[in-house]
């Protein structure tokens, strides 16, 4: 018989190996006999905690605080598994209560200095921090802590560089090579990425995340098969991991195949039943399948996402009653694209209500006063940062000061909400400056006889889950090669210029035009066109909105379509559609002999 010293001895060098799942029943005997014993109590509740038992380590730990009080490696401990069970103030006194004890702990100081620099102690928080990896320059938990922070803060480049540190510090840990994998992401690194997923998956087989994170990249460069294996093993893996359930969703979704993508979303939904954001992705889906009342329903959680944009609470979420008592704030909550396609409905709303106030962009607050003379119109004043965007109102007057906000959900869902609603409400709703659009015409008459058609070919952004959704400059060529017409870019962000000059493609800038940036001297510029062919992007709404004629390139399913084959309730958009995996270029040479005929008969 072992005596109780040799039993400890060996579940100890089990837990040091790794096999923790032996190590824990070896730990439980020795405690019936030996029950305030602090020391084993802190291993134990180490290996309840590895082994993903979190309620039952954070009660194990516990009972070592209680029983070594004056121990603040045991305080750490249980910090750590308090922050596992997302108890994070009650973590964070436990850390605190580490560091009286022992103020040189530069886990704990990394731990927690991760906690505070997310929350109104953010100095404080980043301070200790920086102290953590000055304390201990080789801590693999330090310089990921470090990481995790600088990816809060949007520095996606020190995020990669503190997790390859990590990295280097400790790679044997599976762990450590997802977060290395997740920061190469950030950085459109995505064949190291795929590299360093799987190199977490040699390490532990058994790591979901590995397998989970890696399938979510090959959703994003369209490799559906590997990522269905990749989404499939994850679950396997962890039955309740619903981020695998909603991957095979997007999966499905990207492959055109609408009903699975359903399926999967809800089976998602049965996981985790109350996150936003698959509620949120089906609705989408569900208005693409014209399923309209439980599509809005799910769409709807837009709002209850984390990095939702906050409001003063006193300005109540619009219930659509009619009233002229009310002074209805029509609010910004997405990019401009959104709030130029969400304007659509301003007018309408605006009759039910005594009276409106716009805030906006910037860069179309003129756009909206000329549009919306009636109105009060301002450029949102935001605070905080993209996870926790913030929109305050000092600029609104006393006695303009709205009673209820319209968010672009309302408006859709109350103005255009279906087919047949959204076809009775087509009508331009934003009007270009006429002195502006005078002098584009002047412009693009210099190009000589002949139609004018304006062309963009990608997003501002390019990432690796956005590049799908745009065709680029090259299959673009199959368009740019028709003759008997003068192409006109209305490309927008940076690089364009160099494309262009690269490729050779026959295609006039218009000088002194700031694309990007005058986006009423876009609106000016579409007006002078004769058509625009651009991907679905703020230059489509921009035509759209004008009542020009636009050709739109897009991948269906698509939640604007409503079930059907076209945009209800915008009658100047021609659909040229296909689906997600699909390339780009058979469309392309369908567009290119569409234009032709199109151009044989004006």
Same mark, same amino acid.
């Given at each position: 018989m072992q005596t109780p010293q040799q039993i400890l001895e060996r579940a100890t060098a089990l837990h040091l190996a790794g096999h923790v799942e032996q190590a824990i029943p070896l730990y439980a005997h020795l405690l019936t006999s030996n029950q305030k014993n602090p020391e084993l109590l802190y291993r134990f509740g180490m290996a309840l905690h590895q082994s993903g038992r979190a309620e039952a380590a954070e009660q194990a730990l516990s009972r070592a605080v209680a029983a070594g009080p004056r121990e603040a490696t045991y305080r750490h401990a249980l910090g750590v598994a308090l922050h596992g069970l997302g108890r994070h103030d009650e973590a964070v006194a436990a850390y605190e209560a580490a560091l009286v004890r022992n103020p040189l702990l530069s886990d704990t100081l990394a731990n927690l200095g991760g906690i505070l620099a997310t929350g109104p102690r953010r100095a404080e928080g980043v301070a200790m921090l920086r102290r953590s990896m000055v304390l201990a320059? =080789?801590?693999? %938990?330090?310089?990921?802590?470090?990481?995790?922070?600088?990816? *809060?803060?949007?520095?996606?480049?020190?995020?990669?560089?503190?997790?390859?540190?990590?990295?280097?510090?400790?790679? *044997?840990?599976?762990?450590?090579?997802?977060?290395?994998?997740?920061?190469?992401?950030?950085i459109e690194q995505g064949e190291k990425a795929i590299r360093a997923f799987r190199a977490a998956a040699v390490i532990a087989p058994g790591n979901s995340e590995a397998y989970n994170h890696l399938a979510w990249l090959?959703?994003?460069?369209?490799?559906?098969?590997?990522?269905?294996?990749?989404?499939?093993?994850?679950? @396997? !893996?962890?039955?309740?991991?619903?981020?695998?359930?909603?991957?095979?969703?997007e999966a499905a979704f990207a492959a055109g195949e609408l009903r699975e993508a359903i399926r999967c979303m809800r089976e998602a939904l049965k996981v985790s039943p109350g996150e936003p954001h698959y509620r949120f992705r089906l609705g989408i889906q569900l208005l693409s399948a014209g399923e309209m009342m439980q599509g809005w329903e799910g769409y709807r959680h837009l709002r209850l996402k984390p990095n939702a944009v906050r409001r003063d609470p006193a300005i109540r979420l619009w219930n659509g009653v009619p009233s002229k008592d009310t002074t209805l704030l029509i609010a910004a909550d997405q990019g401009v694209g959104d709030e130029l396609l969400h304007a659509c409905a301003i007018a309408a709303a605006a009759r039910d209500v005594g009276r409106i106030v716009i805030e906006c962009d910037q860069r179309i607050v003129d756009l909206m006063r000329r549009s919306f003379p009636e109105a009060f119109v301002h450029a949102y004043h935001r605070i905080g940062d993209r996870n926790a965007p913030e929109h305050l109102y000092d600029w609104v007057p006393d006695d303009w000061m709205p009673s209820a906000y319209a968010d672009g959900i309302t408006l859709l869902a109350r103005y255009r909400g279906s087919v047949e609603q959204a076809d009775a409400a087509a009508a331009p709703w934003l009007k270009a400056d006429p002195a502006r659009v005078a002098e584009m015409r002047e412009k693009l008459a210099a190009l000589g006889d002949g139609p004018k058609i304006g062309v963009a070919w990608?997003?501002?952004? !390019?990432?690796?889950?956005?590049?799908?959704?745009?065709? =680029? &400059?090259?299959?673009?060529?199959?368009?740019?090669?028709?003759?008997?017409?003068?192409?006109?870019?209305?490309?927008?962000? *940076? =690089?364009?210029r160099e494309e262009l000059a690269a490729a050779g493609a026959n295609v006039s800038v218009v000088d002194g035009l700031d694309t990007t940036n005058d986006i009423?001297?876009?609106?000016?510029?579409?007006?002078? !066109?004769?058509?625009?062919?651009?991907?679905?992007? $703020?230059?489509?709404?921009?035509?759209?909105?004008?009542?020009?004629?636009?050709? &739109?390139?897009?991948? *269906?399913?698509?939640?604007?379509?409503?079930? @059907?084959?076209?945009?209800?309730?915008?009658? $100047?958009?021609?659909?040229?559609?296909?689906?997600?995996?699909?390339?780009?270029?058979?469309?392309?040479? %369908?567009?290119?002999?569409?234009?032709?005929?199109h151009l044989s008969q004006a």
């Open positions: 320059p =080789g801590s693999d %938990e330090a310089w990921a802590r470090w990481g995790n922070h600088m990816h *809060t803060i949007s520095d996606a480049q020190a995020c990669e560089r503190a997790r390859r540190r990590a990295l280097v510090a400790a790679p *044997t840990r599976s762990d450590r090579w997802v977060s290395h994998a997740l920061g190469l992401m950030d090959q959703v994003g460069r369209l490799t559906i098969a590997q990522a269905r294996s990749s989404f499939t093993r994850a679950r @396997t !893996l962890r039955p309740d991991l619903a981020s695998a359930y909603a991957g095979l969703s990608r997003s501002r952004r !390019l990432t690796t889950f956005r590049l799908p959704h745009y065709p =680029g &400059l090259s299959p673009f060529e199959e368009v740019l090669k028709v003759p008997g017409a003068h192409f006109v870019s209305l490309q927008y962000g *940076t =690089g364009w009423d001297g876009v609106f000016a510029l579409v007006e002078a !066109l004769d058509l625009v062919i651009c991907p679905s992007s $703020t230059v489509g709404w921009i035509a759209a909105a004008l009542g020009k004629p636009v050709w &739109l390139l897009y991948n *269906t399913p698509v939640f604007l379509e409503y079930g @059907t084959d076209r945009f209800p309730g915008f009658p $100047t958009v021609r659909c040229f559609r296909k689906i997600q995996v699909q390339p780009w270029r058979p469309l392309m040479v %369908e567009v290119g002999r569409a234009l032709a005929d």
